[in-house]
C-alpha cells in the first residue's frame, strides 16, 4: 500500500485549498493549521505535505510561524515549499522543524542553487516538485509554461541526487476527476528507483489502489480529505492497513 501525504496550503496562516493555482479560487478549510495536522496524525498519518502559497507567491518563506507550531506540537515529518530560493532560506525551513525542503521553480530558474542544496544538505532531504502540462514542466505556480521534458528532467535530477519527486498534472489538480496514472506509469517505467509521489485528482481512496499498481510509492492529497471525499476514517483504516 502506498503511503498517504495530506497537503495543508497555507495563506495567510489559514489552511486553504486552490483551483488549478488560481489565487482568486481560494477557499478556507481551517483557521488553525494545527489542528488539521492533529487530526491527520491522529488518523495514522504520518508525514505531513505544507505548501506555503504566500511564500511561492511572493519569492520568499512567509508562513515559518505554521511550520513551527505544527513541528513542535506534532511527530509528523514535514516537507515545506514555497518561497525557497537561497541556503539561508533552507536552513531557516529545516530549522524551523521540516524534515525535508520542497522545491520546484528554481530547479529549472536557479539550477546551480539545487545542486548547492544537494550537496549542502543531502539529496534525501529535498523533495523536488514536477508540475507538468502535456507533459512538459511548467514553473511559477503553473503560470509558465516550458518547454522541458518531464522524464528528461526528473531523469536529469534524479542523476544528480534526487531521490523522490512528486509530479503534479496540472489538468487534474483540485478537480477530484481521478488521477493521471497513464503518466505515473510511464515515469516510474523510466525511473524505477525514483520514490514517486502522485499529487493532484485524488477523489476516493480506491484511487490509491489505482496509484499503486501505476508505480507510484505514495500520494499526496488535498481537496479530497478537506471536502469530505476522503474521510479521517478512511485515512485511518486505509494507515492501519499499510501498517
Not at 42 to 68: F, T, Y
Not at 132 to 159: C, H, M, P, Y
Request: net charge negative.
Amino acid at each position: 500500500m502506498i503511503e498517504i501525504i495530506p497537503a495543508i496550503d497555507v495563506i495567510e496562516g489559514k489552511a486553504v485549498r486552490l483551483a488549478q493555482g488560481d489565487f482568486s479560487q481560494k477557499t478556507v478549510y481551517s483557521e488553525n493549521p494545527l489542528d488539521v495536522a492533529r487530526q491527520f496524525e491522529d488518523a495514522g498519518v504520518r508525514r505531513l505535505h505544507i505548501v506555503d502559497l504566500d511564500g511561492a507567491r511572493h519569492g520568499k518563506v512567509v508562513n515559518l510561524a505554521v511550520l513551527e507550531k505544527i513541528a513542535a506540537n506534532t511527530d509528523l515529518i514535514i516537507d515545506y515549499g514555497g518561497g525557497i530560493k537561497t541556503r539561508a532560506d533552507a536552513e531557516t525551513v529545516f530549522d524551523a522543524g521540516a524534515k525535508l525542503i520542497s522545491v520546484g521553480s528554481i530547479a529549472v530558474k536557479s539550477p546551480k542553487v539545487l545542486e548547492d542544496f544537494i550537496a549542502e544538505f543531502g539529496g534525501d532531504k529535498i523533495l523536488l516538485g514536477a508540475d507538468v502540462k502535456d507533459k512538459k514542466i511548467a514553473i511559477n505556480g503553473w503560470q509558465t509554461a516550458t518547454e522541458i521534458e518531464l522524464i528528461s528532467f526528473l531523469r536529469e535530477w534524479f542523476g544528480k541526487g534526487i531521490r523522490q519527486a512528486f509530479c503534479t498534472d496540472i489538468a487534474k489538480d483540485g478537480l477530484l476527476q481521478g488521477a493521471s496514472t497513464e503518466l505515473y506509469e510511464e515515469i516510474s517505467d523510466a525511473l524505477p528507483d525514483l520514490k514517486l509521489i502522485a499529487s493532484g485528482g485524488v477523489s476516493r481512496i480506491e484511487d490509491f489502489d489505482a496509484l499503486e499498481k501505476a508505480g507510484c510509492d505514495a500520494a499526496i492529497v488535498g481537496k479530497a480529505i478537506y471536502e469530505g471525499k476522503i474521510t479521517l476514517d478512511d485515512l485511518s483504516n486505509y494507515t492501519k492497513n499499510a501498517g
